[in-house]
């Protein structure tokens, strides 16, 4: 019976009100969708917890040093020694630097001689507007770097300092909304062409996609205006793909239906509502999964993090409403038509009946535990994988994928000075115990960066350290400063800088994982619970949704160290990629059990899963590869982590496409048979005998030849 949703969607006359609703919603929501880009985030401070030691100095440094500056650092070099004119270039830039440079913060500092006689060093300390400022450092990084070389007659010249890093990852995500979204455009359109097979049918889900993504970075956009909402460069890309990914996914779902009711129906409008009718349980209890799982992103400390939750769950909600409201009324205004040359007639096979996942079920049916407890095997020896995952090692010279400036300047700088004074630990300590800290620090082998400056009862020492400052043996020292500062008496110290926060930000990311991850599993076990109406068949789906993400996790681990060649994996891979297979992937298993349910009530459990596999195989196939291509997309950011999160969700979503729902959960359905859906009625469904389900696939099989 047609629902109130199909009748109002795709009625003769109503699908024209949807039609109109849309396209006025795009008219205004367009111009605000623009203004999401420019509305970015990126200052790493903004990111962390109030919580977080690094955040209180950070918000208590205003009256020692601007705390909105960061130093650019000139980096000057001669593999066979510096020559008198390199030293006078130098001294010369430094003039240069103070008279013609935009927003300088203070006194620049340099030229500063290694010790070697082939480096020189020079500190421009720049104000950066905590709103602006980043997406403007590749301009100012430019502008420093071309005062450097402009004469520098063979010395080599880079810039680095958290300036150089700031302005190489600008110009990495300066690019992201066009990049990502026609690669990710790109690779939709041909798999869908490959799907469809048709030369027309493609455009009216891409173009939903896009409607929805348009609409999403709207609301957003107002949400960053009037709510404070956090959105950066991570938050932005995901969005995009998240958006055009799953959209296109529910899209699948929802064509595949309607063609099959077309074969049914002679009026495709009845087609249409009863496509709605069957499809949207799935789509609907997909769509609340995926969004619920994002808003469980709201339990982080990570501002970031929990940022994305909401950026998230509001893509999927657009994406929901335009593939339920404005795909349907397209497909009914244009008509038949739309599907060829493979325009489905009324009354005409249905080709799924016998095609390659009607084969993969006949091979499983006669040994079920076999293929479940192999497949759960396989994927066990690939999660042995983890023991490779190193997700606190990625320093700064190792996140960025190709030659960046920063990374060869910070290479020069560690090989040949023993610190890093340019950028400092800050610690804030009682005046009273200022010089017991600095004596405390100086024994422990910590040299002062700066000398210590006193406002009021507090005092501010600048301590400086060796090697990387985002490396892991700068976060070592981070942490035994803390420990020095911190244990001397009603001393009130905290510790910060732009190492401390990397530090902290690595520690928050580690709690949020404790955290969100048995969240989002409680969540997607009760939403499956309630759609299932059974207690057994959602344990099972999540069991096997974790079995799949330690295989990809694994699997990924092992690609990214030998064959990529990554040092490591930042801190959020495990819980961005945890959240995203649990949420998405188990869409396909809702895609699947949901058509397996309605069919057990007719024909029992195990055909169900036969017919279930067969009548979704080949949508939820296009559907995984659609998803998973746009993941992948996110490797064209020059970035690892980027590359790391998109590499690692594809590989997952594609394990559950054609590993866990086609082979492992069909085996297990057809092993645990009607017990599969306790406590629910379900379960007293008899099953059809063997011979009967046998007849059955002989009678499909010779339909389809």
């Known amino acids: 019976m047609e629902n109130r949703i199909g009748r109002l969607v795709c009625g003769r006359r ?5 039609l109109v609703i849309w396209v006025v919603a795009l008219i205004t929501l367009g111009p605000l969708a623009g203004k999401l880009s420019g509305a970015q985030d ?15 100095v950070f918000d208590q440094l205003g009256p020692f040093v601007d705390r909105d500056s960061m130093p650019a650092i000139l980096v000057y070099h001669r593999a066979g020694g ?9 001294k010369a830039d430094v003039a240069t630097y103070t008279d013609d440079t935009p927003h300088l913060a203070g006194k620049v500092i340099g030229p500063i001689p290694s010790k070697d006689g082939t480096t020189l060093q020079t500190l421009v300390p720049l104000h950066i507007d905590p709103k602006t400022g980043w997406n403007d450092l590749p301009k100012t990084a430019d502008h420093l770097k071309a005062i450097a070389t402009d004469g520098a007659h063979g010395m080599t010249v880079h810039l680095g300092g958290p300036v150089g890093f700031g302005a190489d990852q600008a110009s990495a995500f300066s690019g992201i909304d066009g990049t990502l979204l026609f690669g990710t455009l790109g690779v939709v359109i041909v798999i869908l062409l490959l ?12 173009l939903s996609a896009g409607v929805a993504l348009t609409a999403a970075q709207a609301f957003i956009y107002l949400l ?4 404070g909402l956090t959105v950066n460069g991570q938050s932005y890309g995901i969005l995009t793909v998240l958006v055009i990914g799953a959209g296109t996914d529910y899209a699948l779902l929802l064509v595949a239906r309607y063609r099959e009711e077309l074969r049914r129906h002679e009026d495709r409008h009845e087609a249409m509502a009863f496509a709605l009718h069957r499809s949207e349980p799935a789509i609907l209890a997909s769509g609340s999964t995926v969004i619920l799982g994002m808003l469980c992103l709201l339990a982080a400390e990570m501002n970031s993090t929990k940022g994305l939750g909401p950026v998230a769950a509001l893509g999927i909600v657009f994406a929901l409403l335009a593939m339920v409201t404005l795909l349907p009324a397209l497909l009914v205004t244009v008509g038949r038509w739309v599907f060829w040359p493979r325009r489905p007639t009324y009354g005409s096979p249905e080709p799924t009946r016998s095609g390659l996942w009607a084969r993969v079920g006949r091979f499983i049916r006669p040994r079920p535990r076999a293929v479940w407890l192999v497949t759960v095997g396989l994927l066990l020896l690939c999660a042995l994988g983890l023991t490779q995952l190193n997700s606190h090692s990625l320093s700064s010279t190792d996140s960025f994928i190709g030659n960046q400036d920063s990374v060869a300047a910070t290479k020069v700088l560690q090989s040949h000075y023993a610190q890093n004074s340019a950028d400092p630990v800050y610690v804030l300590v009682d005046t009273s115990r200022a010089q017991r800290t600095t004596s405390a620090l100086t024994s422990a082998g910590f040299t002062p960066a700066a000398k210590p400056t006193t406002r009021g009862d507090r005092t501010l020492l600048q301590t400086a350290i060796s090697g990387d400052p985002y490396s892991s043996k700068a976060f070592a020292q981070v942490n035994h400063i803390r420990d020095i500062a911190h244990g001397i008496p009603d001393s009130h110290a905290l510790v910060g800088g732009t190492t401390a926060i990397t530090y902290d930000v690595q520690e928050a990311t580690d709690h949020d994982s404790r955290v969100i991850i048995p969240l989002t599993l409680l969540v997607v076990l009760v939403i499956l619970g309630v759609l299932l109406r059974a207690v ?10 974790i079995v799949s993400f330690g295989a990809a996790l694994g699997l990924s681990s092992l690609v990214f160290h030998y064959l990529f060649g990554f040092a490591g994996t930042d801190p959020s891979l495990p819980l961005f990629v945890f959240v995203f297979l649990v949420a998405l992937g188990i869409d396909y298993n809702i ?28 949508v939820i196939t296009s559907a995984g590869l659609v998803l998973a291509s746009t993941f992948a997309v996110l490797g064209t950011l020059p970035l690892v982590t980027f590359a790391e999160i998109g590499f690692a969700v594809a590989l997952g979503v594609l394990l559950d496409t054609i590993v866990v729902r086609a082979v492992l959960v069909t085996a297990l ?16 469904v008899p099953d059809a005998s063997e011979e009967q389900v046998a007849a059955d696939e002989l009678a499909e099989s010779s339909v389809g030849t």
């Open 591 to 618: 895609f699947l059990m949901t058509r397996v349910r309605e069919e057990a009530w007719q024909h029992g459990t195990r055909r169900g899963a036969l017919v279930g596999l067969s009548a979704t195989g080949g």
């Open 42 to 56: 990126n200052q790493t401070s903004s990111w962390l917890p109030a919580s977080a030691e690094s955040t209180k």
């Open 224 to 227: 960053v205006d009037h709510a």
């Open 669 to 684: 359905t057809l092993d645990l048979g009607p017990k599969i859906w306790w406590p629910g009625k379900l379960r007293g």
């Open 536 to 545: 057994v068949a959602p344990v099972v789906l999540i069991l096997t949704v």
């Open 195 to 206: 799907t469809y097979r048709s030369p027309v049918l493609w455009v009216l889900p891409i």
């Open 14 to 18: 109503s699908k024209y009100v949807v």
């Open 82 to 90: 510096l020559t008198a004119a390199d030293l006078s270039k130098a």
